[in-house]
């Protein structure tokens, strides 16, 4: 007989399902496999039972009545649900006016969700002891199977990390015209989305820091806030990982650029870059042509991006 399972009687009748079976002798000569009921709801789901009068061979059912509790119609769930349930069957004692209750011993419970849908007990009753008029279960051919289904109150959440190669929008290119009549310390590129993040270049003209005088810096930066907030969403306050190349673009196709750099960005990090990307000096040299027009072109290219996906669902307890 299985282990961990608890069985006692009770006077109370099961809360949410019943079902009575006249002439079972006839449904053991029909050689079905299994009879499924109708589905009933309560906490939230709907459900059926589904019978095995000569046991479920696969559940070590060999000698006995199975009984399993089946989870319907949850083609429009999330991916990733969890449906956890304390299970109650019955099979009812004629006689004594008692119903017979099966669970599982110690609280266990019950996980349904994509790869199991169907949960119950292989061993619900034997065949001897049920098929013995004197128990009660078989009366006059006749039999009542009970299910008390306790869906139990949680949130389930759980993350998913991906690391996306070239992602969507990934490359972003950026015209700083005027650029001798510059005089602030740094601009700011327009917001440029990438991953549910908003990023930014910032350049200092004239270099930032110890490069002041000396060089032009670049730094990609990104804002710490999804601008998403949705069922499925990225936590604002999570690093993101940019595997990128900074690059300046200038005449004839040539550019100066940086082997792909690594970092985690985040509210305590949220930029990285180059404080001497290029020297003035060779900046400045107009057969070097990075100043057309008086006008510079930067260029980020981000090659992989961490995204991280957090879902949660809700279940709610019916007793």
């Not at 061993?123 to 009366?139: A, M, P």
Request: include cysteine.
């Amino acid at each position: 007989m299985e282990t961990g399972i608890s069985r006692r009687k009770r006077d109370l009748p099961p809360a949410h399902y019943k079902l009575k079976i006249k002439s079972y002798s006839l449904l053991i000569q029909s050689e079905a496999e299994k009879y499924d009921s109708g589905v009933f709801e309560t906490g939230g789901h709907k459900w059926s039972l589904s019978l095995y009068p000569n046991g479920n061979k696969s559940s070590s059912g060999n000698g006995y009545i199975s009984l399993c509790l089946v989870i319907e119609e949850t083609d429009t769930y999330p991916h990733g649900w969890e449906v956890l349930v304390d299970l109650k069957l019955f099979v009812f004692d004629q006689i004594r006016d008692k119903y017979l209750t099966i669970q599982d011993a110690d609280g266990a419970f019950r996980r349904f969700n994509e790869m199991n849908t169907e949960w119950g007990f292989g061993q619900l009753i034997s065949e001897e002891i049920f098929n013995n008029s004197s128990n009660g279960y078989l009366v006059n051919d006749s039999c009542l199977f009970g299910a008390e289904v306790c869906v139990i109150n949680h949130t389930h959440t759980w993350e998913s990390l991906s690391m996306v190669k070239e992602p969507r929008n990934g490359t972003f290119t950026w015209k700083l015209e005027n650029f001798s009549t510059l005089n602030k310390t740094s601009y700011v590129s327009p917001a440029f989305l990438v991953g549910e993040r908003n990023w930014f270049l910032t350049v200092y003209p004239k270099g930032n820091g110890t490069e002041n005088g000396k060089s032009l810096s670049i730094f990609l930066k990104f804002e710490s806030l999804s601008i998403f907030l949705k069922f499925e969403d990225t936590p604002a306050n999570r690093a993101v990982y940019a595997d990128h190349i900074l690059r300046m673009l200038g005449m004839l196709n040539k550019k100066k650029e940086y082997a792909s750099d690594k970092h985690w960005f985040s509210a305590s990090s949220n930029d990285w870059g180059y404080p001497s990307f290029i020297s003035l000096k060779e900046l400045n040299n107009a057969s070097n042509g990075f100043i057309v027009n008086d006008t510079i072109t930067i260029e980020v290219e981000i090659l992989v991006l961490s995204e991280i996906k957090v879902f949660r669902s809700e279940n709610t307890e019916e007793a």
